[in-house]
Structure formats: C-alpha cells, structure tokens
C-alpha cells in the first residue's frame, strides 16, 4: 500500500495520495491548485496512474486542483452530491465506494469542516 500525506504549509491543506501497489492505480484527496505539478511529479516517481482525485468538500482556504489534474491525466474527479461545483464528473453520497484497483473507500457524510 501506497499512503503519502502532503502538507500545503500556504493554505495549511493536507493532501494524501493513495494506491495499492507501485505501477497501479492512484488517488488523491484534497488535491491544492498550486501543488499540481508536485503531484504528478509523485505520481510519476511511484510509476503510478491517477484514475481519481477526490475533494471532500468545498474548501475556503485554497482553490482545488481537480480540475488540472483531470486536464493532466483524465482522471474521474469526485466530490458529494450536494456540491454545486462543475468539475465534478462523479457525484458520491452516505453509503457509496470510491474504488480504484486494491482500494475502497467508504463515503460518509460529514457536514461542518
């Protein structure tokens, strides 16, 4: 298993990349906008392949990478199904899995910050 939590000390966002194996599937959480390049930098090292990035939700305190990221490498983007946001190309609500190879991640709502 691959867990790699990252630390965006501008906006204080932690960030956690996760996969199963070196050369499998990839995803990452609460991607920041200005860390991108960071990222992919990390998915190539790890030979990984980034299939999802995942916002748990809105953030006040940095603009989201998703976006570049799907740009970068056509991966799924996820947030919950109350979200108003456009990039979204996967909506999860209490009860779902977001899974990648080797991985299941159970959705639980959790309103507040």
Known sequence: ??????FDSVSGTYTYLLASRRGGE????????E?????MQLVQELDLKLV???DTHLHADHVTGLGALRDRTC??????????ADVVSMRVAEGDKVQIEGISLDVLYTPGH
């Open 1 to 6: 298993m691959i867990f790699r939590q990252l």
């Open 26 to 33: 990839a995803l990452i959480i609460d991607p920041v906008i």
């Open 35 to 39: 860390k991108v390049g960071r990222y």
């Open 52 to 54: 999802k990035a995942v």
């Open 75 to 84: 991966c799924v983007t996820v947030m919950g199904e109350q979200t108003k």
